[in-house]
C-alpha cells in the first residue's frame, strides 16, 4: 500500500520530469515556472505526511 508521503513524492518526480522536457522547449517560461511550483508544493506535502 502506497502512503500519502510516497504518492506526493511520485507527482513531484513526475513535475519535475515535466519541468526537465519543458525547459528543452520554447514555451513560456511561465509554463516553466508552474511546473517547479507545482512540483515544490508536492515535494512539501510528501515531506508533511512523513510519519513523525
Known sequence: ???WSEAFAAQAASDLDAHDTLVKSS?????????LQMWLEKLCKAYLWLPH
Do not use: A
Open 1 to 3: 500500500m502506497t502512503t
Open 27 to 35: 514555451v513560456p517560461s511561465s509554463h516553466r515556472l508552474h511546473t
